[in-house]
C-alpha cells in the first residue's frame, strides 16, 4: 500500500469509505495500516455507531 506512511490520507480513505456505507473496504484498510492514531480509531468506532452497528463498534473498541 504505497501511501500507508502518510497516516492522514489512509485516515481519510477511512473517512471517504465509512461515509460511502463501504465499512468492510473501511476495516480492511485499518487492518492494513502499519501505524494507526487515535482519528483512525475514532472514524471507525464512531462509523459503526452511526450504522447502528454496536457489535461492530465494541469489536473495534
Partial sequence: ???QRYLHV???LIGMHTKLDRMRDARKLLDRMS???YI???KMVLAYAFNYDCSGALEIF
Fill in 1 to 3: 500500500m504505497g501511501f
Fill in 10 to 12: 489512509a485516515n481519510e
Fill in 35 to 37: 501505524v494507526r492514531n
Fill in 40 to 42: 483512525s480509531w475514532n
